[in-house]
């Protein structure tokens, strides 16, 4: 009976730590799985947010472009149906936006050119602009269509100002003397005023000064002040919601008006006048340069 009872103790021993083995073996078989399924989630938790970041960081730098669907010439004002929109991996402030659309191309433009934002115009075109002739404004040798311009009147007196500012010339007509520009309600007005004050002043005259790199200079300021008569005009115009263009101010334009008397008075300093000698060139003031 011992020996049996001993025989059957040493296997109960055995059987005891056999399944102790097992249930150690599964113990670290979970252990282990557990910690291998967290790793994973982490892993998969840090890839997702990656994943997420990069995606955000892409948006960020995805942009809409237009490209040319037709031949567009240079003057020509940007229409949304001239234009080809498309995505684009680049937050390079260069292409032209939505924002861009009204603007006018500086240069002739193929079809299927990306559209940037040196190839247009620095403004808008206004939606109350209108082309316009002139044929009393001087034009210089070295302006030609599509250039930009400031349109000047200078005075007998030496006073020189700026009555509209960054003019496109749409056309010149060399035969007939005459040039064609954009103008709003406003600008045309002040010219108006302008070509009154030569007839007023004598020896005063309006001319045009070119934009050597019209896309890279911002506009001058208007500084001319329109006449009394047409400052009233301007100011009581119902087609002129705001005034944008120089200064409207009867004290300024008075004050003016007062030094250009004085001055064809001969209420001012004599200038010492030399005659020119034969064989001196030079360019009168006043004269045009098709005259």
């Not at 060399?174 to 007005?189: A, G, H, N, T």
């Amino acid at each position: 009976m011992r020996r049996r009872v001993r025989k059957i103790s040493k296997v109960n021993i055995k059987g005891v730590l056999f399944v102790l083995t097992i249930i150690l073996l599964l113990c670290s078989f979970g252990v282990t799985f557990y910690m291998f399924k967290n790793a994973r989630d982490d892993a998969e938790e840090a890839s997702r947010e990656t994943i997420n970041e990069l995606r955000d960081r892409l948006v960020s730098y995805t942009g809409t472009a237009y490209r040319a669907k037709e031949y567009i010439p240079a003057g020509t004002v940007l229409k949304p149906e001239m234009l080809e929109q498309y995505e684009i991996i680049s937050n390079m402030p260069v292409y032209a936006a939505e924002s861009d659309l009204g603007k006018s191309v500086l240069v002739d433009i193929k079809p299927g050119t990306e559209i940037t934002k040196n190839l247009l115009a620095t403004e808008n075109v206004l939606v109350n602009l209108k082309e316009a002739e002139f044929d009393f404004i001087i034009i210089p040798a070295n302006i030609g269509e599509h250039d930009y311009v400031d349109v000047r009147l200078r005075f007998p007196d030496g006073t020189d100002y700026i009555v509209a500012s960054k003019k496109k010339v749409i056309h010149l007509d060399e035969q007939r003397k005459k040039v064609y520009m954009q103008m709003s309600e406003e600008e045309m007005l002040f010219l108006d005023s302008a070509l009154t004050d030569t007839y007023r002043y004598g020896g005063s005259h309006i001319y045009l000064t070119k934009y050597i790199s019209p896309e890279k200079v911002t506009a001058s300021e208007v500084n001319y002040i329109p006449s009394v008569p047409l400052s009233k005009l301007i100011m009581d115009n119902p087609n002129i919601e705001n005034i944008m263009t120089g200064t409207v101010s009867l004290e300024e334009r008075l004050r003016l008006e007062d030094s250009l008397f004085s001055y064809l008075s001969g209420d001012v300093p004599a200038y010492e006048s030399r005659t020119r000698t034969e064989g001196e060139s030079g360019i009168e003031h006043g004269g045009s340069v098709w005259d």
